[in-house]
């Protein structure tokens, strides 16, 4: 009943070659305006987005993103198909320099990539028929010479998004089609042209349950049949886990880690995955996993901490990560991980039958060997943080 | 002990083109301290169920039949007549329409022989106001066996028409909405709270956050403006907000913020009962599990009530001991949340829980549910589930299944529910 899904490990991704996308120290800033005065004293502010990230996609490879909100995995799509353009680094798909294109060869790049984008309900124009919406690129792009080609390449792409019969749906407006079909609408749009890539931002987040997963076995199926790679951007770790062959975590505009999606799941080598599969909720409720909380709030990615962007959230953190840099390592083939002690650190996986040894009183969340922990006279274990945070012990009331 | 009774709801809208059964004979029941979760798609009714306890539907929204308690205190009753008339619309309609009556009849009785007192679960002034109406009722009845059927149900139609509608009727409506709104009033904040979907809208964005919290404060409770601001300030704490924050504007906060600032709001009176209208769904994985946790921590803490309303199964795993699964606007299974995700029996919870990724164990294919949900207005006869369903026959198409009682604290609403129970049946 259950069929299983052949994992692409990370070996198999290594072996296949075709670069689709070599992106190296890619930045993306964002000015903040600042006052007059400022201005004319030249300081100058800006909101880190994307902090010089490095990563691959191969022919045929979904590559997903995931990421606390704020963490920049939105605009590093978005710089993927030039809706931005970078500050600084390079970008080359299929061997061409993509960063610094402009006008007539932008455009002409623009029609090999594409984008779903997260509200389908958003994303349409409620004045134009679905035809009139996926015929938009065609006409942008100077595609088919008649009314009847271009009707001829609609119904494809209708046919290809599985909204059968095409007839039924291209002179439909959004408000007669429910969520779903919106949606495969979108991404008609995006096949109309014949993508070489296709950046999926949120593609599934607004959508119903029920849908969803017609909608993710529908992009499996365009990548398992037409080969177009994928970027998928979400917040859900369990559906990017479903989708994609790779997954890079992000954080504060940077990759955390980055390896086969099974790897990641199963061998979760950074502090910050952990935490962030920790906190997925699991669909079983005899499950019980051991919990690993994060402290604090994203930092302001205005003012990026020194030394390892994660280190005042990190659990696990020394000296050395408040002053240096880490290195995006490759701690296995193909699994990097950026983190001075990548490999050392006895992470929780999420398939662990975790048996909790110490329980900090504070937050409920288990202290592990390795973390800083402080044991009350009568016993009661914190953590270091969490001792700090409180006066009196909450078991005897005696002073901490 | 039951606190929240829900026995039997209907709600439906009006609409120009008829009527929208957005909730359809829904009954559940939730004891102290106890937690449910309401899960389905949008547009199942699970919005509409929460909107109907606290008394916050839309002004085209009416409850049609059954009846909502809160500790033995009527919150929603649909009077006789428009009970009657919905009644008149299906099939069988005799003994059911003479089940309402003999219950009512039987209230009525009681009320006049040991006063409202002694009678919990009723309400006074549905009653007086229907004592005409239950006579006339009566004698129409009385004559079953002289009259043809149709006949009998014409003249009840007519009798239902005529006490619903007119000046006469309205007049008496709100009346008796005037009196139960007052009930409620009283009810609503302090005893039931709402934690409201779009953390992002709920608050009033001209007014600090500090203020409206105290403001509900002021409300229902008798303490002075600084001992208000002096509860409000526990309150933050007690979410985990800093104190200097009470100050500031919504948009001053960021997602979590706004939506713990909501959390602290629904708590401030420490109610029996908090209805939470998917709270964290706008939220990313590690605010959403760090707001349950918190959640979970207060609940027990303070020996609250929870209902949860959400789409996302998973949430629901993690926090609440029952579960009810919703779907065109009836309860398809409900009871023990470890029964119902260990032994499903019905196919649209087989469905709903076959289409969710997990990060656990081996990757599986996702099955989608085929189709997508009715339409209300218009629902496909028989079993609403039944165009979308793998293992329709003949008789889902004709008749709305039963709510079968699988094993204790499990029921489930399908013809096949037994089959699919004990594994006969594989979806």
Redesign the interface.
């Known amino acids: 009943?259950?069929?299983?899904?052949t994992?692409a490990t990370t070996e198999e991704v290594g072996k296949k070659s075709g670069v689709v996308w070599e992106v190296k120290n890619l930045t993306k800033l964002f000015p903040i305006k600042a006052g007059f005065i400022a201005s004319l004293l030249g300081k100058e502010t800006n909101v880190h987005a994307v902090n010089d990230v490095e990563f691959e996609i191969y022919d045929r490879e979904i590559l997903g993103i995931v990421g606390?909100?704020g963490c920049g995995k939105t605009t590093c799509g978005r710089l993927l198909v030039r809706l931005e353009t970078p500050t600084r680094g390079t970008m080359q798909f299929h061997g061409q320099e993509i960063g610094g294109l402009k006008g007539r060869e932008l455009k002409r790049f623009r029609r090999s990539v594409q984008m779903i984008f997260q509200d389908p309900y958003e994303s349409l124009n409620p004045r134009l028929s679905v035809f009139a919406t996926i015929a938009e690129p065609l006409i942008v792009h100077s595609v088919g010479d008649t009314i009847e080609d271009r009707e001829e390449l609609v119904r494809k792409a209708l046919e290809y998004a599985e909204l059968k019969p095409p007839e039924e749906f291209m002179y439909r407006y959004p408000h007669e089609l429910?969520?779903?079909?919106r949606q495969r609408v979108a991404i008609a749009r995006t096949l109309v042209l014949r993508p070489r890539f296709i950046v999926a931002d949120e593609p599934v987040s607004m959508l119903?349950?029920?849908?969803?997963?017609?909608i993710?076995?529908l992009m499996l199926n365009l990548r398992e049949e037409y080969g177009i790679p994928f970027m998928f951007i979400s917040?859900?770790?369990?559906?990017t886990?479903?989708m994609s062959d790779r997954i890079g975590v992000m954080y504060l505009g940077g990759f955390v880690e980055l390896a086969g999606s099974?790897d990641v799941?199963k061998n979760p080598m950074h502090p910050y995955t952990e935490?962030?599969?920790?906190?997925?909720?699991?669909?079983?409720?005899?499950?019980k996993h051991g919990?690993v909380?994060?402290k604090g709030?994203l930092p302001s990615p205005i003012n990026l901490p020194p030394g390892c962007t994660f280190h005042p959230r990190c659990l696990y953190k020394k000296d050395i990560c408040k002053s240096q840099v880490p290195e995006f390592k490759e701690v296995e083939p193909g699994h990097f991980v950026l983190c001075h002690f990548a490999g050392e650190l006895p992470i929780v996986k999420?398939?662990d039958e975790y048996v909790t040894e110490e329980i900090c009183k504070y937050c409920?969340a288990t202290i592990k060997k390795g973390m800083a922990s402080v044991q009350h006279s009568c016993g009661a274990n914190y953590h270091e943080e969490c001792a700090d945070r409180v006066k009196a012990c909450t078991v005897c009331g005696k002073e901490l | 002990m039951v606190m929240l009774d829900i026995r039997n709801l209907r709600v439906y809208f009006e609409i120009l083109k008829g009527k929208v059964k957005a909730v359809d004979g829904v009954s559940f029941q939730l004891d102290r301290g106890e937690t449910m979760g309401l899960v389905g798609e949008s547009g199942c009714g699970k919005t509409t169920t929460a909107f109907a306890i606290t008394r916050l539907l839309p002004f085209n929204g009416h409850v049609v039949g059954g009846e909502i308690l809160f500790n033995d205190v009527v919150l929603a009753r649909a009077d006789m007549a428009t009970e009657m008339l919905e009644l008149l619309e299906r099939e069988r309609w005799l003994p059911r329409v003479e089940a309402l009556f003999e219950r009512r009849q039987n209230a009525m009785h009681a009320l006049k022989e040991k006063g409202l007192g002694e009678m919990p679960g009723e309400s006074e002034i549905l009653l007086a106001e229907e004592e005409i109406f239950l006579e006339e009722v009566g004698d129409i009845l009385a004559t079953k066996d002289k009259v043809e059927p149709v006949e009998l149900k014409e003249m009840l139609h007519d009798a239902g028409k005529a006490e619903t509608t007119g000046f006469f009727a309205d007049r008496r409506k709100r009346k008796i909405e005037k009196e139960i709104e007052a009930k409620m009033a009283a009810i609503r904040w302090s005893e039931i709270s709402m934690i409201f979907q779009s953390a992002m809208n709920a608050f009033n964005p001209v007014y600090r956050i500090g203020d409206q919290i105290a403001e509900a404060l002021l409300t229902h409770e008798d303490m002075s403006k600084d001992e208000a601001h002096q509860k409000v300030l526990e309150l933050f704490d007690l979410v985990g907000l800093k104190p200097d924050r009470v100050t500031g504007y919504p948009h001053e906060f960021s997602g979590g913020m706004r939506q713990r600032a909501i959390i602290a709001m629904a708590l401030a009176l420490n109610p029996q009962l908090i209805i939470a209208d998917e709270p964290t769904t706008a939220l990313d994985v590690i605010m959403q599990d760090r707001i349950l946790a918190e959640i979970r921590d207060l609940q027990k803490e303070m020996h609250m009530a929870m209902m949860i309303i959400t789409h996302d199964i998973s949430v629901v795993a993690e926090v609440s001991e029952k579960i009810a699964i919703m779907y065109g606007g009836k309860l398809f299974e409900q009871g023990d949340i470890v029964s119902i995700f260990e032994n499903p029996a019905n196919p649209y919870t087989i469905g709903l829980t076959g289409a969710f990724p997990s990060i656990k164990g081996k990757k599986k294919r996702l099955k989608s549910i085929p189709g997508s949900p009715p339409d209300l207005a218009n629902p496909p006869l028989g079993c609403v589930f039944h165009p979308r369903c793998k293992l329709a026959q003949d008789i889902c198409k004709e008749k709305m299944p039963p709510t079968i009682e699988v094993a204790k604290n499990h029921r489930s609403y399908c013809h096949f529910a037994e089959e699919i129970y004990t594994g006969k049946m594989k979806v």
């Open positions: 009943m259950e069929a299983e899904v994992d606390e909100s429910s969520g779903g079909q119903d349950v029920s849908i969803r997963a017609g993710m076995n917040h859900d770790v369990s559906v886990r479903y099974e799941i935490a962030l599969l920790s906190a997925v909720p699991v669909p079983d409720p005899t499950a919990r909380k994060i709030d999420p398939d409920n």
